[in-house]
């Protein structure tokens, strides 16, 4: 059994920057895949940002590469976003997700590879 709390949401100028936090339970948090998922009103969820157990491997979606990093820390159980240069379309709830099914595999882009999900938290980008 896994829990995700995510925080750090909140509302921030175009331009600004955030930084979103995942507290993860659990003993083997160091081996499996980590990613993070958005989704606007009326939006699909979508993939945002991934990586690996050990943080060797890292993936972004187009729309947010070179603006966003993803990070981990495999001793505080914790999954990091620090997104830069903040757009109105980066609006919508962030979920920080696990994929316990798959241990030490790759990271996946699909929302249904992922079985843990935190409940959100939102993030406003005004113009």
């Known amino acids: 059994q896994v829990q995700l709390v995510e925080s750090g949401g909140g509302l921030v100028q175009a331009g600004g920057s955030l930084r979103l936090s995942c507290a993860a339970s659990?003993?083997?948090?160091?081996?499996?895949?980590m990613a993070w998922f958005r989704q606007a009103p009326g939006e699909e969820r979508e993939f945002v940002a991934g990586?690996?157990?050990?943080?060797?491997?890292?993936y972004y979606a187009d729309s947010v590469k070179g603006r966003f990093t993803i990070s981990r820390d495999n001793v505080k159980n914790m999954v990091y976003l620090q997104m830069n240069s903040l757009k109105p379309e980066d609006t919508a709830v962030y979920y920080c997700?696990?994929?316990?099914?798959?241990?030490?595999?790759?990271?996946?882009?699909?929302?249904?590879?992922?079985?843990?999900w935190g409940q959100g938290t939102q993030v406003t980008v005004s113009s």
């Open positions: 990586i690996n157990f050990s943080g060797g491997r890292i």
């Open positions: 659990g003993r083997t948090f160091k081996t499996y895949p």
């Open positions: 997700a696990a994929d316990t099914a798959h241990g030490y595999g790759i990271v996946g882009r699909s929302q249904r590879e992922y079985d843990y």
